[in-house]
């Protein structure tokens, strides 16, 4: 009976540390999360014009936050389709959008400027969240990087400025005929644990990606795909598989009872 106590309080432990050390991300859409840390910070993540998607003839929406006041908001750039200020709830307390980093409460946010459309011209920003254990890397629109990744000096920027132990990767999808390929080698050079692939314009171009990943795995078994099928994730701390987890996620408004979902 005793013996028994003891594992039960053991493995009570284990589930008190790891909750304390808990990051919950939720997808809205596009290039847009809630991402709430255990330190009570909560951060909105490119929130922009939630129809731009259909003016542009694509499938992106960016759906609401409710009645959620986040601590931080951060925009990777100022298209519409990342920042939109009329949906800035009234009493956010640190709004970056131009760079800006932030330090509050262990939560550390680091910018690193990143291109969009042509490697040398820094018009967008990458966000590292670094919170206890944890590395979350934001791209934004980081797509002209990752069209020349094998390019040496993007490929030594990326070494650089990156951690070397990323634990969540989120990154944009355009396509086979843009730069899944690239797109590819960009997460093998970064060998993250987690990548939510977001900015996907349409379900056809996410079907590519995974289906690229899928022919990779017929020779090295890399990627593991996980469908969620809801916009939560609770993002953990150890894992012992070695293989690089493509989360996908339900595109959602955000509710507090976002375990409904």
């Not at 939560?107 to 979350?136: A, H, R, V, W």
């Not at 977001?198 to 469908?227: A, C, G, M, P």
Request: a negative charge.
């Amino acid at each position: 009976m005793f013996k028994y106590l003891i594992l039960f309080l053991f493995f009570s432990l284990l589930h008190l540390n790891s909750d304390s050390q808990e990051v919950k991300i939720h997808y809205l859409g596009h290039s847009a999360f809630v991402i709430q840390f255990d330190n009570d910070i909560t951060v909105v993540t490119d929130y922009g014009k939630p129809n731009a998607w259909k003016e542009w003839g694509w499938d992106s929406p960016i759906h609401n936050i409710g009645d959620l006041i986040p601590d931080v908001m951060v925009y990777s750039h100022l298209h519409e389709d990342h920042y939109d200020s009329t949906r800035i709830p009234k009493g956010v307390k640190h709004i970056l959008n131009n760079g800006e980093g932030l330090e509050l409460k262990d939560l550390n946010i680091i910018p690193i400027p990143t291109c969009e459309n042509q490697f040398g011209i820094f018009d967008n920003t990458s966000y590292l969240f670094t919170y206890k254990e944890f590395n979350i890397l934001h791209t934004g629109d980081i797509q002209g990087m990752i069209a020349n990744i094998e390019n040496d000096s993007v490929a030594d920027y990326f070494k650089k400025n990156y951690p070397e132990n990323i634990d969540l990767l989120i990154m944009p999808i355009e396509g086979k005929i843009k730069y899944i390929p690239q797109a590819e080698k960009f997460i093998r050079l970064l060998n993250p644990k987690r990548v939510i692939p977001t900015h996907n314009w349409s379900q056809e171009y996410l079907d590519e990606f995974i289906t690229y990943l899928e022919e990779k795995n017929r020779v090295h078994n890399v990627y593991k795909t996980l469908y969620i099928g809801k916009p939560v994730y609770d993002l953990p701390v150890f894992s012992n598989d070695n293989t690089i987890k493509i989360i996908l996620l339900k595109k959602s408004q955000y509710i507090l009872n976002y375990l409904s979902l």
